[in-house]
């Protein structure tokens, strides 16, 4: 209580200083009535744990359960295994960026149009619970950073598409490493996963030119990002990731690429392709998403792959339900395919095969793939279920309702853009939970929704 009333005097005293002195006696008297309906905010919060609308939750009062805030000590543990998602940082609105990105609308999908829900219309089965957006908004990246932290998970594997002004190349590296930035500032580490296949967009074929740039990429990868203090190595050397190889598919020229580096990494291909890098340049595989599901993922781990000379990433995924025919970026008439995600079985059946071998790490894929169907990021359809079930695997100490502190972090500066005091006190917030004090967060939170959170 005495943390409580010293909260709410901080918020009276700056009331306070912008009116005038008939307002004073007034603003005492809220500050005491109002004391006993800051308590209920706290018992409706825990009280409705499924419950993710703001309004909701400060109108939902009547029901009290035990407040558990105070006495709440954060302990991180871990499975012993490094946990990643897999990041696309690829998303543009036009709010941030002036343009929603093709990623949001691809062949014939506009998210100006709306409807009677507010919900924008964007290219993917799926809509994220806070809408689009776009991943150079350094309130996104803090929401997801927040989120993937308090999921317990290690983490982010970016897909990077290179360094070339190409298509939306570049604008996909400088998200990458604007997120970086404000990833460096918590204790998440990050990898590149590189997409060779985007070489081909300079030729029909493969030439000298082509194969220059992939040298120039991985260089730039090495250069850019692997000394990084936060960049994972794997036996002490930095982890490279290729989705492949997919275009560049003669060892010879992957011979050229790697001898570009100063330094050695572990260049990991995906399953079945690290006879590709050829001999010296493969430290091992990744399992990925099929549409066999734990046919293929099961005989993967038992039958191909060899754990005494190889670093193996196991993989975990929730689904595959893309929206490229739909949004015009596939034929009907080509192959597709779809794997349902039965709630959330097909999540931790694909989790629990990868726990029973003796992979070296997890990736999540996706936390963000909104038209594959991939992301486990909090959506309208399935809420935080994803998280909170791999809060269960990651063994972390942070609570399911904690999740919803980045959620209100975020929402709240969004609202009030040009209120300093709000987007001071969710600053504090986010830096508190991001340095484990996640019960000071949600005091902050809980009382900003309170004072400012009436017209969410």
């Known amino acids: 209580m005495k943390k409580i009333k010293n909260a709410l005097c901080f918020f009276v005293i700056i009331t306070i200083i912008s009116c005038s002195e008939n307002n004073i006696e007034e603003i005492h008297v809220k500050e005491l009535t109002e004391l ?32 558990k805030f105070f006495n709440t000590q ?7 295994k490094g946990i990643y998602v897999h990041y696309m940082p690829w998303f543009e609105s036009e709010e941030t960026d002036g343009v929603w990105g093709q990623h949001w609308t691809m062949t014939n999908k506009n998210p100006n149009l709306t409807d009677s829900d507010g919900k ?60 970086i930035g404000e990833l460096e500032k918590t204790t998440l580490s990050f990898a590149i996963m590189y997409e060779d296949r985007v070489i081909r967009e300079q030729s029909r074929r493969l030439t000298d030119v082509q194969l220059n740039q992939a040298q120039e990429d991985i260089k730039y990868i090495e250069q850019k990002y692997m000394f990084n203090n936060n960049y994972i190595h794997i036996n002490r050397a930095p982890l ?11 060892s010879y020229d992957w011979n050229l690429i790697f001898n570009s580096l100063e330094n050695n990494v572990n260049a990991l291909t995906l399953w079945g392709a690290s006879n590709i890098l050829g001999e010296g340049n493969s430290s091992g595989e990744y399992a990925w998403i099929d549409k066999e599901h734990l ?18 990433g ?25 794997l349902t995600d039965n709630g959330l079985e097909t999540f931790r059946e694909s989790f629990d095969e990868s726990l029973k071998h003796p992979i070296d790490f997890i990736q999540i894929a996706t936390w963000n793939d909104f038209g594959e169907g991939t992301q486990i990021e909090p959506t309208l359809e399935f809420g ?73």
């Open 384 to 456: 935080f279920q994803h998280l909170e079930l791999l809060q269960e695997y990651t063994e972390t100490t942070f609570l399911k309702e904690d999740l919803r502190v980045p959620y209100y972090i975020y929402k709240l500066r969004k609202k009030h853009p040009n209120n300093k005091m709000v987007q001071f006190l969710m600053d504090i917030a986010y830096r508190n939970a991001m340095n484990n004090n996640i019960s000071k967060a949600k005091r902050l939170v809980a009382l900003t929704i309170f004072y400012f959170g009436h017209d969410f």
């Open 120 to 179: 924008r219309e964007i290219a993917s089965h799926y809509y994220p619970l806070i809408g689009p957006y776009s991943t150079n908004d350094k309130d996104l990246q803090q929401y997801h950073l927040l989120l993937i932290k308090l999921s317990g998970v290690d983490g982010v594997i970016f897909d990077w598409y290179g360094k070339r002004d190409v298509l939306d190349f570049e604008s996909i590296k400088q998200n990458t490493e604007s997120f």
């Open 314 to 338: 196991g993989i975990s995924y929730p689904r595959f339900n893309d929206f490229y025919v739909e949004g015009g970026w596939k034929s009907p008439l080509e192959d597709s395919w779809t």
């Open 240 to 250: 490279l990731m290729v989705f492949g190889p997919s275009y560049i598919n003669d």
């Open 74 to 80: 954060v302990i991180e543990q871990q499975t012993g």
């Open 295 to 312: 046919q293929t993922l099961s005989g993967y781990y038992n039958n191909v792959i060899d754990y005494s000379q190889n670093i193996v």
């Open 36 to 67: 006993e309906e800051v308590e209920k905010l706290y018992d409706s919060w825990i009280n409705g744990a499924e419950n993710y609308d703001l309004e909701d939750i400060v109108a939902q009062e009547k029901n009290k359960v035990q407040n």
